[in-house]
């Protein structure tokens, strides 16, 4: 047969393996214990909720809406470029490592495309984290809003381990591209 015709299997060096087992393990134990004091299904609706507040579909909407409606180019290119860096990062890392998403996940996702059958990076961590740092520091809001914005990124990053949609180590990974993406952001804001 010719080379072309069977698909080369994926060859992942042990450590890496190991290092994937584990968070595979960890993930499983971590919502089982959660799980078990607070019972997932009597809150999904609420990270539901969670998800399609940070998803990038509703975030693009706002985004474009406020460019024609609201007189503040410098916010809305920021974040524009912020949003178009967050999904073009995630959509090249997911589909360059391909890592299925946990096996407990029931398939349920809002406005889903074919790259979200991967979990690695989550992308609803770098968005929140990545608004996160775009409102509390690149462009301030008013100060009252930090704590709330900080507790809402981090119940978006909680919450996508408890649904079932990442492992703990692609929403830890999706932490820190979200804090490099507004590093960028920052370097190269348009004023």
């Not at 809406?65 to 609201?70: K, S």
């Not at 408890?162 to 692609?170: A, E, N, P, T, V």
């Amino acid at each position: 047969r010719d080379r072309m015709d069977t698909p080369a299997k994926r060859n992942i060096p042990s450590g890496l393996k190991s290092l994937l087992e584990l968070d595979v393990k960890l993930t499983k134990e971590f919502v089982e214990a959660v799980n078990k004091k607070y019972p997932i299904v009597n809150y999904r609706q609420y990270m539901k909720h969670l998800e399609i507040s940070c998803h990038g579909v509703p975030w693009f909407m706002f985004n474009i809406a406020g460019l024609y409606m609201i007189d503040l180019p410098e916010l809305w290119v920021n974040l524009l470029l912020a949003l178009l860096l967050d999904i073009v990062l995630v959509a090249v890392t997911k589909a360059f490592t391909r890592r299925r998403r946990p096996a407990y996940n029931i398939d349920d996702l809002f406005l889903t495309t074919s790259i979200d059958k991967f979990s690695f990076p989550s992308g609803h961590a770098t968005r929140a984290v990545l608004l996160a740092v775009f409102f509390v520091s690149l462009y301030p809001v008013f100060f009252l809003f930090f704590l709330p914005i900080v507790v809402w990124s981090s119940a978006v990053c909680v919450s996508r381990v408890l649904l079932g949609r990442h492992h703990i180590l692609d929403v830890l990974c999706g932490v820190m591209m979200g804090l490099l993406e507004a590093v960028i952001i920052n370097k190269f804001w348009v004023t």
